[in-house]
């Protein structure tokens, strides 16, 4: 036989109640009268897991590295097609999405998921924001403007954005701003892709 009670207490061995809720410890015997009877203790249910950061992290890496090689290398092959390649942050957003609900738990609402989609695309633009500040830095700025003065070589609107490009501030704050949207963009888009995931998985189980 035991040596406690349901309610957690020690009692003596060979006794018959609980010292101390009262509780019969042999089948068939009536509680003392006034002793409080505990009902018995029943178990709370574990709580459900809930993804941290840094499961969010480990989530959104492998299709945040494999969006960054897509975009270098779709920008690489097909020069015209470089826009297009913001497009590749839908399924990497929604593939961290996936990844996250199969490793930790699933995703409990859109925004969630627009949460885990948005966190792959800045990983994805570091990586961007790297190669692009690298450039600026061993080029120059004057090389930079001789490759924009060629290629706007004949448009009516070269001359005065060349102009106002040759003051340093102005060359820097349209490159952060270019910076900025392209940030932007791969957040907004993996996180809208992130979201569509979330929101299928929970449709799929209701």
Request: charged share 15%; proline share 9%; net charge neutral.
């Amino acid at each position: 036989m035991a040596d406690r009670c349901s309610c957690g207490s020690r009692y003596p061995r060979g006794a018959s109640f609980c010292p101390n809720c009262g509780r019969p410890l042999v089948e068939g015997l009536v509680p003392e009268v006034g002793a409080e009877v505990e009902p018995p203790s029943a178990e709370e249910p574990s709580p459900a897991p809930s993804a941290t950061l840094p499961d969010c992290f480990r989530a959104a890496i492998p299709p945040a590295v494999c969006g960054v090689l897509l975009r270098f290398g779709l920008g690489l092959l097909a020069p015209v097609l470089a826009p297009l390649a913001f497009l590749v942050m839908i399924p990497a957003g929604s593939v961290a999405v996936r990844r996250l609900s199969r490793s930790v738990a699933p995703v409990g609402s859109a925004w969630q998921g627009f949460g885990v989609g948005a966190l792959t695309g800045l990983l994805c633009f570091v990586p961007s924001l790297v190669v692009q500040v690298a450039s600026h830095v061993a080029q120059g700025r004057q090389s930079m403007l001789e490759v924009l003065r060629r290629q706007l070589e004949g448009s009516p609107m070269a001359d005065a954005l060349m102009s106002a490009l040759d003051d340093p501030a102005v060359f820097a704050a349209v490159i952060a701003l270019g910076l900025f949207v392209e940030a932007c963009g791969l957040v907004v888009i993996a996180g809208a892709g992130g979201a569509l995931a979330a929101w299928t998985e929970i449709r799929s189980r209701d």
